[in-house]
């Protein structure tokens, strides 16, 4: 069953045609891996497919309520930002209770404040009613197999760090569609097999540009 398409598609950069009345179609549960000189348009048609990009013309199709994540060659997150903060991004509202809750918890490490207690007894209600556990588990589990402590400041990460903080970042939204722009690049051989078994046991639909093979 088709989920996403592209119909007559054109797009251009100046006078340069990366699309050319293009169409496409990607399936459900489909792996399609996307190769071709730099500058053909690769990272263009992910950036349309995930509609970070419009089309000079044509209609990009998506079916209703398809949750499509998209991780660029390089993302740019605040230098200020824990790890938590990221990898969680993309949860509504309760991404805000969860980061909320662990720092509240972080500070009662360190000392005992009354009023942070009842706040802390107020979220974790919030979360227990709309089963925020569940979420937090994917999220420490994810963040554990990165080899990061959560607390973590963004600012403070290799390359590498901050491509593994993006790929965890996309996983855990449970996309429909992951759109991967060289998600090697940065990544030692650890890294490599650890999104590989992520990928391997993903049931979703995926377009991956890589140079990796």
Known sequence: MTILSLENASFAVGHVPLLDHTSFQLAQGEKIGLIGRNGAGKSTLLKILAGAQKLDDGQLIIQSSLKIVYVPQESVFPPEASVFDIVSEGLGTMRD??????????????????????????????????????????????????GLPENELIGNLSGGQKKRVALAQAWVQKPDVLLLDEPTNHLDIDAIIWLENLLRGFSGSLIVITHDR
């Open 97 to 146: 209770v969860l980061r909320r809750y662990h720092q509240i918890s972080h500070e009662l490490e360190h000392s005992q404040n009354n009023d942070l207690i009842k706040e802390l007894n107020t979220l974790q209600n919030q979360i227990e009613a709309q089963n925020g556990w569940q979420f937090d588990a994917a999220i420490r589990q994810t963040i554990s197999e990165l």
